[in-house]
């Protein structure tokens, strides 16, 4: 999710962002969230005032209960019973601004790295470097088996066999150790996760259509691990 400062401070950014990644249908909701986060502001502004102002007249009755200013006293606990209708008001409309933004946010994606070619579609991605296709060059290896993985699972997964999964242990212990060589910490997360774990970093929807799901249960199976980890 894009930091809420980001796109107060570069809206015309993320409007050229959400036009390359083809989704001109949430532009409008970068002006939206900019005038929802700028009440939700003011409200808090607000809020602190009031606050202090309540927290300081409270500390003044006392005083005038001491001097038998009555008068004084029951005028200052009217004025705090009014900050502390209002504030309870203004806390109401904190969460509800705060909830709006949150959802808007979740919908806006990530800013793209320049690095990144603009396409629509995986049909427009830009090819550098063309070994052949992994399957076959692990077929010829006798390293993958995509029969028996679609009569298991259906199209889409596959069987890695001998010297390829050995292939494959090889370059994620090696991966590791480089890592760990580094300083990092070596972690194996869940590989469940629930909902509001991803929420901030993209929307229900989104996580509904791509991530598969235990029925009846709020647990996700997680695509990598940065959710879990994050």
């Not at 598969?212 to 709020?218: F, Q, V």
Request: aromatic fraction near 6%; glycine fraction near 6%.
């Amino acid at each position: 999710m894009i930091d809420i400062k980001f796109l107060r401070e570069n809206p015309d950014a993320v409007k050229e962002n959400i036009k390359k990644k083809f989704q001109d249908s949430k532009l409008p909701l970068v002006d939206e969230v900019i005038e929802l986060d700028a009440q939700l502001r003011k409200a808090q502004q607000r809020g602190d005032s009031l606050r202090a102002d309540r927290n300081r007249i409270s500390k003044e009755i006392g005083g005038f209960m001491a001097k038998g200013q009555k008068d004084e006293a029951e005028k200052a606990k009217a004025q705090v019973k009014e900050f502390s209708d209002e504030l309870a008001a203004l806390e109401k409309q904190e969460e509800e601004l705060s909830e709006k933004v949150k959802k808007i946010m979740m919908t806006i994606p990530n800013i793209i790295d320049p690095s990144v070619p603009i396409g629509k579609d995986d049909s427009e991605n830009v090819e550098i470097t063309r070994y052949g296709e992994h399957s076959e060059i692990m077929e010829r290896l006798n390293g993958i088996d995509l029969d028996s993985a679609r009569r298991v699972a259906g199209n889409g997964f596959y069987y890695l066999m001998g010297d390829i999964a050995r292939l494959h242990s090889a370059v994620l212990a090696y991966a590791r150790d480089f890592m760990i060589d580094r300083g990092f910490t070596y972690c194996i997360p869940p590989y469940m996760i629930r909902s509001n774990v991803v929420t901030g970093v993209m929307s229900f929807a989104e996580m509904d259509a791509m991530m598969y799901k235990i029925e009846g249960e709020d647990l996700y199976l997680i695509g990598t691990s940065e959710h879990s980890m994050i």
